[in-house]
């Protein structure tokens, strides 16, 4: 049977990783500070301790996984990482989880190592015209990132690179382009648009008023977990080790993303644009790379995905107005 170790695990994308692999028939250790808050995790060993301890490092990685993934971090959406109040946890915190388990996995062995950076290691001067960003994996340098969580992935993927060259570890980079889906993060300011802009449809009455940062002209596209999840273990198959996107294609506007989201709850809302934190102009996964690498792309559309979505996160509101 085989081994993975899933790095938290207690969150969105980790949990779905978790059952993924169960599913293939994988052995699974998840490591978090937390539980999974919306499903109950299907590891076969879970291990609440934080990753920033080398001791809790060297607890778990008591072994030479055939699968590691990385995918423990302090993030959150603009609401928490744009304002700048969060930067120095961001990169402290962010950082030395990498350095403890790149260290463990140095001195146990490892078959493949899986870690997630973001598209906001991309260069701010290739993302202000919001109708033709530039996120072609080679366009990462000059480095410019527009906040200190795309600094500190920046510095992460060299990190690994590195651990790839002088140790043999091998890796695999992939850059995530904005991940939704059911049982994500929806509320507390560390939501993501999708999940927030189903939040607030939710929420509002059928001739309300949602709120949004911005003017709302900045793009993005967004990708459902079901396909990340493919595109990520599609990747850990191959021998190529990155960096590659995983993301969609599929750019819309955050006016658009709103307008898709009032049509499938069936509430034609108005928008109020206020100011807050609103990351670059624009922003959309470019995915030549993939294809020429894995032979393969993401192609559920939004709506598809956002179908999904915001049933779940309507019964989330719904439940979370009752048990008020």
């Known amino acids: 049977m085989k081994t993975a170790l899933v790095c938290g695990a207690g969150g969105f994308i980790g949990n779905h990783l978790v059952k993924h692999l169960k599913l293939e028939g994988f ?178 009455g059928n001739d309300g008023i949602i709120e949004m940062w911005g003017d709302g002209e900045q793009t993005r596209s967004f990708l459902h977990v079901n396909e990340c999840l493919e595109a990520m273990r599609r990747f850990m198959d191959n021998d190529y080790i990155g960096p590659i996107n995983i993301g969609s294609e599929e750019m819309v506007s955050i006016n658009q993303l709103a307008a898709m989201v009032m049509e499938i709850a069936s509430k034609p809302l108005m928008i109020k644009h206020i100011s807050g934190p609103t990351g670059v102009k624009g922003r959309n996964s470019d995915n030549t790379r993939i294809r020429e690498k894995l032979g393969w792309a993401p192609n559920m559309s939004l709506r598809a995905g956002l179908e999904r979505t915001y049933p779940w996160i309507a019964e989330q509101v719904k439940v979370a107005a009752v048990e008020s």
């Open 27 to 204: 052995w699974v250790r998840g490591v978090d500070l937390k539980y999974p808050e919306y499903a109950e995790t299907e590891a076969d060993d879970f291990v609440i301790g934080d990753l920033r301890d080398p001791v809790v490092c060297n607890a778990i990685v008591d072994r030479s996984f055939d699968e590691v993934y990385q995918l423990a971090a302090d993030m959150g959406g603009a609401g928490f990482v744009f304002t700048g109040e969060n930067d120095a946890d961001i990169m402290h915190n962010s950082a030395l989880i990498n350095l403890n388990i790149l260290h463990q996995l140095k001195e146990n062995g490892v078959g493949k190592v899986f870690y997630s950076s973001s598209a906001c290691m991309y260069p701010e001067y290739n993302q202000l015209d919001p109708s033709k960003p530039v996120t072609a994996e080679d366009s990462a340098y000059p480095a410019a990132p527009d906040s200190e969580y795309g600094w500190e992935k920046l510095f992460s993927e060299r990190l690994y690179f590195a651990f790839n060259r002088n140790y043999g570890i091998n890796v695999r980079v992939a850059r995530f382009h904005n991940i939704f889906g059911e049982e994500g993060t929806w509320t507390g300011g560390r939501e993501k648009a999708p999940a927030a802009m189903c939040r607030k449809v939710a929420e509002s």
